[in-house]
């Protein structure tokens, strides 16, 4: 490097970072718009999960319809339609005086299963429903419909 700051006195190095950069954010696009996703198998495939929502109170059971339309309340996107609604009682874990631990129903709580049912797309590492959004089994989604929003985690995953 010369006084001036080149190499072989010809390349800046401040040049030369601005060029790695720009090659690492281009590398960066390539890979991104180019894996999983971009590699979906062609075939649309039904694809039906069901989201399970705890420790909700019967109002929001009461919003919940079959047809209803879901979308993820971060990404804003479309995810499927309700096909099916199931409830039960909502159990905590409890601790008892003598340090044991029973499951206690808790009045007035409810546990929700929302069965949903999308077009999808499965490749070797993913499913993904209504174009890129990822689904698996575990997962904590934030969903809306038109009248109630909540949380919950998905439960199952069904291919069809």
């Known amino acids: 490097m010369d006084k001036n700051g080149k190499l072989f006195g010809k390349v800046s190095i401040v040049d030369l970072v601005v060029l790695l950069l720009?090659?690492?954010?281009a590398a960066g696009s390539v890979w991104r718009f180019t894996s999983p996703v971009a590699a979906l198998d062609q075939s649309d495939t039904t694809v039906a999960f069901?989201?399970?929502i705890e420790g909700v109170r019967d109002?929001?059971?009461?919003?919940y319809h079959v047809g209803l339309r879901v979308y993820d309340r971060q990404a804003a996107q479309f995810i499927g339609h309700i096909t099916d609604i199931r409830h039960t009682n909502f159990y905590e874990l409890h601790?008892?005086?003598d340090g044991s631990l029973?499951?206690?129903s808790v009045p007035g709580r409810l546990t929700i299963y929302l069965d949903i049912v999308a077009n999808g797309r499965v490749t070797p590492t993913a499913v993904y429903v209504e174009g890129t959004y990822e689904i698996a089994?575990?997962?904590?989604r934030y969903i809306n419909t038109k009248y109630v929003q909540t949380s919950g985690r998905i439960y199952s995953v069904d291919i069809r």
């Open 137 to 140: 089994a575990g997962s904590l």
């Open 50 to 52: 069901t989201i399970r």
């Open 22 to 25: 720009v090659l690492a954010v």
């Open 95 to 97: 601790p008892h005086f």
């Open 59 to 63: 109002f929001t059971l009461e919003n």
């Open 102 to 104: 029973a499951w206690v």
